[in-house]
């Protein structure tokens, strides 16, 4: 049984770079989302993909931020120019109408980003 | 406005007891689900437990129960016979309508002590 899967797991990187982060949802889900979680906080909502077509932002997600999901599989998340301010925990969910009765979505590890 | 409060940012529970953490919400949808989540300090989001709006009977999982008062919006876990594994942080959240996004509450930490 595979879960959602997210990779790397750990990133440090300097101010000003680009990266990318990787999520593969569980295979049968169509949809997918990104969350943001800072240290002791709740995750905050980033964007959203039913299979390929992402169909919600958050105020959050400023242009730096650009997410794909080309063929409604795998998800990538970059972050150009980071800033301090992104260091965070990246998080990635799925699920399908079939995955409960309230879609409940399930979490994969999380990319933790340290921007120095 | 907070559409979730976790309003107990810490908690400590004896091991064999349960323990109970409060959560509201605040919603002018009819139709919404309130998920409890459990994250312990490896980070990973453990999905726990599923209430919908329009469920007649409270949910059940496990040792994990949901006490739904809709009149007084409030969606408290319940978690019984507390074990060691249960130290984590827990958050309670919210779907609301047709949307899919969750929005969460802060988080209580729970620390279960032997």
């Known amino acids: 049984d595979t879960g959602v899967s997210q990779d790397p797991r750990h990133k440090i990187t300097k101010r000003g770079q680009n990266v990318t982060f990787r999520c593969d949802p569980i295979s049968e889900h169509n949809r997918l989302y990104w969350y943001r979680q800072t240290l002791g906080q709740g995750p905050e909502f980033l964007t959203y993909?039913?299979?390929?077509?992402?169909?919600?932002k958050s105020r959050l997600l400023s242009d730096r931020f650009s997410a794909e999901r080309p063929k409604g599989s795998f998800s990538t998340l970059e972050i150009q120019r980071t800033e301090q301010g992104d260091s965070a925990m990246y998080l990635c969910a799925s699920s399908s109408k079939t995955s409960g009765g309230g879609y409940e979505q399930y979490f994969g590890p999380g990319t933790r980003l340290t921007v120095t | 406005a907070q559409k979730i409060t976790q309003t107990q940012p810490g908690m400590f529970v004896q091991e064999k007891e349960a323990v109970t953490l409060d959560c509201t919400y605040d919603?002018?949808?009819?139709?919404?689900?309130l998920f409890w989540y459990k994250q312990p300090s490896s980070g990973e989001m453990i999905f726990l437990i599923y209430?919908?709006?329009?469920?007649?009977q409270n949910a059940t999982e496990g040792r994990y129960s949901l006490n739904f008062q809709k009149a007084r919006k409030s969606a408290n876990l319940v978690i019984s016979a507390s074990q060691l594994g249960d130290s984590a942080m827990y958050f309670c959240?919210?779907?609301?309508?047709?949307?899919?996004?969750?929005?969460f509450g802060a988080g209580t930490t729970v620390t279960v002590r032997a």
């Open positions: 919603t002018s949808d009819p139709s919404y689900g």
């Open positions: 209430q919908g709006s329009y469920d007649q």
């Open positions: 959240a919210m779907r609301e309508g047709s949307d899919y996004k969750l929005s």
């Open positions: 993909f039913q299979n390929e077509a992402q169909l919600e």
